[in-house]
């Protein structure tokens, strides 16, 4: 049954009508009132660019010398997380070395709140030691935030 659909289906199209040859295309002067509507002629097709001259080819517009156009240079914003945003717990941001979408890694440095507090200490009396305990303690230090990735350092949250 399928043969028999095709034949019919082939023999049924008509056949399509025929080009115009470039020869005729390209002898007529064709005035504005005869030039087709849809953009396009039926004849040859258009005539090709020039090939570049010697050299390396077309150059790059953004390498033009100075004096040939304007250069925009566009800078994308950068986002700067606000200063309570570092806290004691890590945060997800971009890192701006290494460009990732990274959870911080953070680790505790010793900063001016420890030693104010081990000056108090030893003010109040606190002997055998005991000014040393804000260094041993992790509440008192700053808080330093880093990329996992490139250990660049991306935020601090200070004591004071």
Known sequence: MSDDFLKVSMEDAPA?????SSDDNNS???NESEQPQQGYSHGAPPPRAQPPAEGYGPTNPAYAPPGGGTTVIINQPRFVPPKDAFNEEPIRM???A???EVLTSIH???GMMVYLISIVCCVLGLVAGCCLIPFCVNIFKDVIHSCPNCRHQLGVM???
């Open 28 to 30: 007529r002067n064709l």
């Open 98 to 100: 290494c460009h990732q």
């Open 16 to 20: 399509p009508p025929p080009y115009p």
């Open 94 to 96: 971009k890192c701006d």
């Open 158 to 160: 200070r004591r004071m």
């Open 108 to 110: 505790y440095e010793t």
